[in-house]
């Protein structure tokens, strides 16, 4: 899907929680319903059968109760997204990347082979750390093949990896630095990789066990002799694409994000700027100036180039540069999901996701216990109807309602997403501290379940009160209003 990611390691974040972040992104033209679900073992298949590609696979007799964010419909497949397992390993499937011609000729993709439908149920149920996650999703693309490219988050408590497919076989893996932070657009986006590390003690670094002959075979590194070394192998020139539409579509989204979380490392506006929107050598991981937020998480998976000359919304600079690029909140946002996996805390309630539906520039996040049997109904009864009953369908009214009039929408989208975040953290401390209390009894996941479902009554209240503001400004700006001193 054509998706926006952002990972944090523990070291760059407020808390010491790993992050990992990704909006699902419909195609250009299309919205697809979501819904929020905990799939059990039982209902967890033992031999999955693909929709679009119709592989089959036999899978493990033990799976693990896992969340997700599956289509509300399954005409297309599963397409569960990103969940946490009830071993607290997070896994966020996928972002569509790209490559070039000299990689895809050497192992094309394969028709009948795995892709982004698939991916969680097949993965995330089975793996009890980020590295185990790594080496299954490794394992399954040599066995079966792909039929795309995509880019996969992996994270547990102390680890977060980014794993990118090369061709229909081949793949990498680098984990995040603990004091950094990765953006990732739709593009391959490693810049480097220590084949040492990966072919010895993969501390860092993993790939396909033939990666070093596939590269050799087909000439595939770019690298001038004399600079050459195998613990920086320049990955983008390998296996990367160079499109003129990276520029429009991609690196603008990078270099947003990167400009946003560090502001005074690199000059990135201006003639003398050190990195542009159109840049294909921005770093795919860069220290932030500060330890990094939920709330900055949601700002810049929401970003339309606020700031810039390039805001769709903007009211200054040269008008025909708004709307250049791509943004990062989009109108066919399906959702975005954060999952925190916070380290003080006990295993029990240890991971947090925290949600929100609709196009994201519109929408707020919600945070939700992710060690529970159920989930709140207001975002698990997604249907094709249109209803103001379900949290996805809410925001995309809020959404395409609130477009057209952004000056007088603007504030009561700001407030009511300072609302919603602020009370979400306020119920989390709360339930935390009733959990350390003892309140939890012998069901833990019946108390979260129960916490969820006070999050969604507020997640409720604040959207349809959102909804009936919007309703209003749009109402009062129709173009057949018309009053007696019109006349």
């Not at 028709?111 to 993965?123: Q, R």
């Not at 999703?137 to 547990?156: A, K, P, S």
């Not at 810039?308 to 250049?324: A, I, K, L, N, V």
């Amino acid at each position: 899907m054509p998706c926006t990611t952002i990972l944090v390691g523990r070291g760059a974040t407020y808390d010491g929680s790993t992050f990992a972040a990704r909006n699902e992104d419909s195609g250009s033209g299309q919205f697809t319903a979501k819904k929020f679900i905990v799939v059990t073992p039982e209902e967890q298949p033992r031999h999955y059968q693909s929709v679009i590609s119709k592989v089959e696979i036999d899978l493990p007799d033990n799976p693990m109760r896992y969340t997700a964010v599956p289509n509300a419909l399954n005409n297309e497949g599963i397409w569960g997204e990103a969940g946490v397992n009830e071993a607290n390993v997070s896994m966020t499937a996928t972002e569509t990347i790209t490559s070039n011609e000299r990689v895809l000729g050497a192992d094309p993709l394969v028709k009948g082979g795995i892709g982004e439908e698939d991916l969680v149920t097949i993965v995330l149920p089975y793996i009890h750390s980020a590295r185990e996650g790594v080496e299954r999703l490794g394992m399954l693309h040599e066995r079966y093949g792909t039929y795309e490219m995509n880019g996969i988050g992996i994270q547990d408590v102390n680890e977060v990896w980014w794993f990118e497919t090369i061709g229909g076989h081949h793949w990498i893996a680098k984990r995040v630095p603990d004091n950094a932070y990765v953006v990732m657009p739709n593009q391959q986006g490693i810049s480097s990789l220590d084949l040492t590390d990966a072919f010895g003690d993969q501390k860092d670094n993993m790939c396909s066990k033939d990666l070093r002959e596939f590269i050799e075979k087909n000439h595939l590194d770019l690298t001038m002799d004399e600079e050459k070394d195998e613990t920086d192998f320049d990955v983008r020139a390998a296996f990367g694409s160079h499109a003129d539409s990276d520029h429009t579509y991609n690196t603008p989204r990078a270099w947003f994000m990167l400009r946003y979380l560090n502001p005074n490392t690199y000059k990135w506006d201006g003639p003398d700027a050190e990195f542009t929107p159109d840049d294909d050598d921005l770093p795919w991981s860069l220290v932030p100036e500060h330890k990094i937020t939920v709330e900055d998480v949601k700002y810049v998976l929401s970003a339309h180039y606020q700031g810039t000359p390039f805001d769709p919304y903007g009211h200054y600079g040269d008008p025909s540069r708004r709307g250049e690029f791509r943004p990062i909140g989009i109108n066919r946002n399906n959702f975005v999901s954060l999952v925190q996996l916070r380290p003080y805390m006990p295993k029990e309630i240890m991971a947090v996701q925290w949600l929100a539906f609709g196009s994201n520039v519109f929408n707020a996040f919600v945070p939700f216990y992710a060690n529970v049997e159920t989930t709140p109904q207001y975002l698990s009864g997604t249907g094709a109807t249109v209803t103001t009953d379900n949290f996805y369908w809410a925001n995309r009214l809020i959404g395409a309602l609130a477009d057209a009039h952004w000056s007088m929408c603007g504030s009561h989208i700001e407030r009511y997403q300072n609302a919603v975040q602020t009370k979400g953290h306020q119920l989390i401390h709360e339930a935390d501290a009733a959990f350390a209390e003892g309140k939890a009894g012998a069901d833990v996941h019946a108390f979260l379940a129960a916490a969820n479902e006070t999050i969604a009554d507020m997640a409720r209240e604040n959207t349809d009160d959102l909804l009936d503001k919007v309703l209003y400004e749009a109402s009062c700006e129709m173009r057949n209003k018309f009053s007696r001193s019109d006349a």
